[in-house]
């Protein structure tokens, strides 16, 4: 079992680009959950989707930030039109619908 | 809203030492709760969960006690190692999510 794939690592975009960030899931999990992480911070929760469908996204600025987790292949988040305060790292974790396991995260840099 | 808050940002021990870290949190219907450990560049890594119905629970090394009274949470680490050394986060499950505290960030001395 592979754990929860995080890619890329490292992702640096210029202000106003686009950010695609995907998370690969374990084997078996159906639930996926995206933070964001300020340096010093704690994490602070963005989304929580099942496949196909996006179950509570409180947590997600209403502008320029999408997630989908589609039937097949890894969720995305994606972040339109970057600012500079969007740099932090990003973390995914999934779950089988209880506890969470978490990716290794992409940390984003804007210049 | 909820806030898990952790009374000190740093601690440093020396190793072999026990290690305590606490938590306070707000929402008494949080029902779940999960201890990680974060290693510099890493994302969080869990080490122990405890639930609302018990007061304490063991793992290898560690302990995690709850206090429902004064929602307070604590992480006893036993034997400090260097190995050890990171960033404790205590997060509460309410709902679909959880929230997690800022942070301790725990240093071992050899």
């Known amino acids: 079992n592979a754990g929860v794939m995080q890619n890329p690592r490292h992702l640096v975009r210029r202000r106003g680009q686009e950010a695609r960030l995907r998370c690969s899931p374990m084997k078996g999990h159906s639930h996926v959950y995206w933070y964001r992480q300020l340096p010093e911070e704690g994490l602070k929760f963005m989304v929580y989707l099942q496949k196909e469908n996006i179950i509570d996204e409180s947590g997600m600025p209403k502008e320029r930030f999408s997630a989908e987790f589609p039937k097949e292949g890894p969720s995305i988040l994606r972040i339109q039109q970057v600012v500079r305060g969007d740099s932090a790292a990003y973390f995914c974790?999934?779950?089988?619908?209880?506890?969470?396991?978490f990716g290794s995260g992409t940390r984003l840099t804007v210049v | 809203g909820e806030s898990v808050g952790l009374h000190l940002p740093t601690l440093s021990v020396q190793e072999g030492d026990n290690s305590i870290i606490n938590c306070a949190y707000s929402n008494s219907a949080s029902d779940y709760f999960i201890w990680y450990k974060q290693e510099s560049g890493k994302g969080p890594q869990f080490i122990i969960d405890?639930?609302?119905?018990?007061d304490k629970r063991q793992g290898q090394r560690v302990t995690v006690l709850l206090n429902k009274t004064v929602k307070h949470l604590s992480l006893q680490i036993a034997a400090t190692q260097p190995g050890d050394s990171a960033v404790y986060f205590c997060?509460?499950?309410?709902?679909?999510?959880?929230?997690f505290g800022t942070g301790t960030s725990l240093t071992v001395i050899p």
């Open positions: 405890i639930r609302s119905n018990m």
């Open positions: 997060a509460e499950n309410t709902g679909n999510q959880f929230y």
């Open positions: 974790a999934s779950s089988p619908g209880y506890g969470y396991t």
